[in-house]
């Protein structure tokens, strides 16, 4: 099947703008799906037609869709559907065509997930991509600081020019922000927050030490590098590969028959060439199954932190 590219969905400014967007497009009129967008096939609606599949992503390193094309190709084959690549802008646009039906599956972060569900998004999560046999769904979001930084805990961060990835972002501020509060700094006022737009990116500057004294990032992204050094380290649920509810029954069956749990040996078995490259391997090496109930703790850490993105 032929992947196909959309074009990139347009950014918002902020987190004040982001929030607006948001309760504007959880309206009954901007959560509709448009003639042109969406076609009915049966109990269901797609957001381009019945032989297309929108998978949606954010572009978290200058890799993604290299790192999601075996996938998209191995959908591609067992739905018999086109793919199309949709990449946002940021976090913000990709919530936004959650929201506006503009996805039909996608990879989000925790909190992507619910923020999006939250402001009206239909989507069920179908599972989490692990990197390694025998791991569990979930991930390190990592403080670092520069290698020669004397700064050896997060109250260090106080008053720092300080790296997060995005306002939307599960281990690059979310969860960074709620172990700032705990180690006794604002995230917002007690330090100079600056939003590097990708893990790979906070990663760099923190590095360079000079936009950023300080930051987060997951920890796939931080083990790339030797000019920063961890300073402190939390588990976050893992990513989940999540799909339109309002797709039709027996494609939801299938989508989550093929998702839930396959590992990438079965996925090169299917003839999917693009998946056995050493490239593909170091991130992915199968999907476990997940559900809403697993992303209570970042509901948990949203009434902590009182994150206006977590509002609905």
């Known amino acids: ?49 019945e032989n297309t599949l929108v998978f949606g992503v954010v572009p978290d390193s200058v890799d993604t869709e290299t790192n999601y094309q075996p996938l998209m190709d191995y959908i591609a084959k067992e739905t018999g559907k086109t793919v199309e690549y949709h990449e946002s802008t940021d976090y913000a646009a990709l919530i936004e065509a959650a929201i506006a039906g503009q996805i039909d599956v996608a990879s989000f972060s925790g909190f992507t997930y619910v923020t999006a569900s939250n402001n009206g998004a239909q989507l069920t999560p179908i599972s989490s991509i692990i990197t390694k046999e025998g791991q569990e769904p979930g991930y390190y979001s990592q403080a670092i600081v520069p290698t020669g930084s004397d700064i050896t805990d997060l109250a260090g961060f106080a008053g720092k020019k300080v790296c997060f ?16 509060l705990e180690a006794g700094v604002d995230p917002e006022t007690g330090v100079t927050p600056v939003f590097a737009g990708k893990h790979d990116v906070s990663v760099t500057k923190v590095g360079e030490g000079v936009e950023c004294e300080a930051g987060f990032a997951e920890d796939s992204e931080v083990a790339k590098s030797d000019k920063v050094k961890v300073i402190d380290e939390t588990m976050v649920p893992g990513a989940p590969i999540v799909m339109s509810t309002t797709l039709p029954d027996d494609v939801k069956t299938q989508l989550t028959d093929i998702l839930s749990e396959v590992t990438i040996d079965e996925i090169i078995a299917d003839g999917i060439d693009s998946a056995d490259t050493d490239g593909f391997r170091s991130v992915f090496y199968a999907t476990k199954p997940v559900d809403d109930a697993y992303y209570d703790t970042i509901r948990d850490i949203c009434e902590k932190t009182n994150a206006t993105q977590c509002q609905g």
């Open 1 to 49: 099947m032929k992947i196909r590219r959309s074009p990139l969905a347009t950014a918002l400014a902020g987190v004040v703008l982001l929030t607006a967007a948001l309760a504007g497009c959880a309206s009954p009129a901007a959560s509709s799906t448009s003639s042109t967008e969406a076609a009915a096939s049966g109990s269901g609606t797609y957001a381009v037609d």
């Open 165 to 180: 990835v995005d306002p939307s972002s599960t281990s690059g501020y979310l969860f960074p922000s709620y172990n700032l």
